[in-house]
């Protein structure tokens, strides 16, 4: 995609305005953009304790695997790929859905689980996990 401006007086900045298909279809958000905005800015101070519990559980699974936790997104790096398709089934079975993250998505060797955490969690479900990996690791 090219990116243009141009630098000109106020007149012919009017004229670009109302002259340029560019800009006169795409000047404006559809109003549903604008709404859900608002809603989630509005329900932003509600969340704070979810955001809190989050950052907290994260922590948690991410020291429970020997990890350093960085986010809610918990990479595992597991080898093969044929090893990460393995466990993720094997979690699957048990409940969680837990997706490999294979090559050539990651590098050669380094096939992953990507545990992908929610405030609504608990840390049993989390130990449950981790006993479910220490039984097929």
């Known amino acids: 995609m090219t990116k243009t401006f141009v630098v000109c007086n106020n007149l012919f900045k009017q004229y670009l305005i109302n002259h340029s298909r560019?800009?006169?279809?795409?000047t404006a958000l559809p109003p549903i953009n604008l709404a859900w905005t608002?809603?989630?800015f509005?329900?932003?101070p509600e969340?704070?304790?979810?955001?809190e519990k989050l950052i907290s559980i994260s922590k948690q699974f991410a020291e429970?695997?020997?990890l350093?936790?960085?986010s809610h997104i918990i990479p595992l790096i597991i080898g093969t790929n044929k090893d990460a398709i393995a466990e993720s089934q094997k979690l699957k079975q048990n409940g969680f859905n837990v997706l490999p993250i294979r090559h050539p998505t990651v590098p050669k060797g380094t096939a992953r689980l990507r545990?992908?955490?929610n405030a609504d969690m608990d840390i049993k479900q989390l130990l449950q996990i981790k006993q479910?990996?220490?039984a097929n690791l």
Do not use: A, C, G, V
Not at 22 to 26: D, E, G, P
């Open 22 to 26: 560019t800009l006169i279809f795409t």
């Open 38 to 40: 608002t809603f989630i």
């Open 42 to 44: 509005e329900k932003l």
């Open 47 to 51: 969340w704070y304790h979810k955001r």
């Open 64 to 66: 429970l695997l020997n």
């Open 68 to 70: 350093k936790p960085q």
């Open 115 to 117: 545990f992908s955490l």
């Open 132 to 134: 479910i990996l220490e």
